[in-house]
């Protein structure tokens, strides 16, 4: 086994010496190919190892609160990687009985899909997620049935795939649902904006409903398109289809586009006048400022939320909007 080990380290040594620069670009795709396959199948040779410390050990008798710690001090990695080596190992990793006997892996199709090098970490995590997590309790049998399928999908797909179809996955075991996972869903659901930075930018995260999420998608499906809604544009299009200059000349990150999409969603709700009333006052955007940071546009404004403007966005908002 250490000759094998001597044998390997040595293989690694030399392919670290090789010089590419003869292969032509074809050829060098298909090394790539032969590498991706190499460090897909890896990660099996760890399960074994871990496996076998596990069925000998304990993390304290090596001087640690857990496996994770022992990982971490040793290799030197952070928690949070050791922590997923040491989850991986346990679901695609060699078990054994409390009788002694062998046991084969929790995720039996996952792991020899790893073993053989068709899937990759990224497609392990999709797999493992859906099991830490599954829509209904699963039997042996349909636990079965799940990790044949998907690791069948992820054999031939992305992972982004995969993760469609384990989601898929998971609504055609529970199409009904329950009150329990609506209850769930319903204390879930919030968007929460952070105090500005020092930077002016606000911060958003959260977590959205089924209906808000298919509400929201349907209207950036529109308003996020290229050349929709374009800010640095002196015409931005908000309506109809985007002019074949403007989407070619659209250079925004998808996140970009959602960004300036909302924006636009906002700006059309106010501009509605459907919203009413605050406090007396039509809800829109109350801005505050002096004369002399007008005239010169520089320095801050205040909005009536308390959201800090600079004054070329004060003035680019004013010069459509209703002045009171």
């Known amino acids: ?33 032969r590498r991706e396959r190499q460090a897909r199948r890896a990660p099996t040779t760890d399960h074994a190892l871990l496996a076998e410390m596990w069925s000998r050990s304990s993390a304290k008798a090596v001087g640690a609160k857990s496996w994770e710690d022992v990982l971490a001090i040793r290799l030197r990695i952070g928690r949070t990687e050791a922590k997923r080596r040491v989850g991986e190992a346990k679901d695609l990793g060699p078990r ?16 020899s899909a790893q073993a053989n090098g068709e899937i990759n970490a990224e497609h392990v995590r ?6 830490a997590d599954p829509p209904v309790p699963l ?28 989601h898929r996955i ?10 329990l996972q609506d209850a769930k869903r319903a ?13 002016g930018m606000s911060k958003i995260y959260g977590w959205l409903d089924p209906e808000s999420t298919a509400t929201i998608q ?71 400022t002096t004369l002399r940071e007008l005239e010169s546009g520089t320095g801050i404004a205040v909005t009536g939320s308390g959201t800090e403007l600079p004054m070329t ?10 002045h009171y």
């Open 1 to 33: 086994m250490l000759a094998v080990f001597d044998e390997y380290d040595a293989v690694c040594e030399k392919m670290a010496a090789l010089d590419y620069g003869a292969m032509s670009v074809p050829e060098l795709f298909d090394l790539q190919t």
């Open 96 to 111: 054994t009985a409390l009788t002694g006997e062998p046991l084969g892996p929790l995720l039996p199709a996952t792991a």
């Open 126 to 131: 999709v797999i493992r997620t859906f099991f």
């Open 139 to 166: 039997d042996a049998t349909t636990r079965g049935q799940v990790d044949r399928d998907l690791a069948r999908i992820a054999r031939g797909n992305t992972p982004e795939t995969l993760r469609r179809c384990a």
């Open 170 to 179: 998971a609504f055609l075991l529970n199409q009904d649902g329950d009150e």
């Open 187 to 199: 204390r879930k659901r919030g968007v929460t904006i952070l105090p500005q930075g020092v930077d």
């Open 218 to 288: 349907a209207v950036l499906a529109k308003l996020a398109a290229p050349g929709m809604c374009h800010p640095d544009d002196e015409t931005p299009c908000t309506t109809g289809t985007p002019s074949a200059k403007a989407i070619k000349s659209d250079v925004r990150s998808a996140a970009q586009r959602n960004h300036d999409a909302l924006t636009a969603m906002g700006r059309s709700v106010l501009a509605s006048g459907e919203l009413g009333q605050h406090n007396g006052l039509p809800v829109t955007i109350v801005v505050s």
């Open 313 to 322: 966005d004060v003035i680019r908002l004013a010069s459509h909007a209703h």
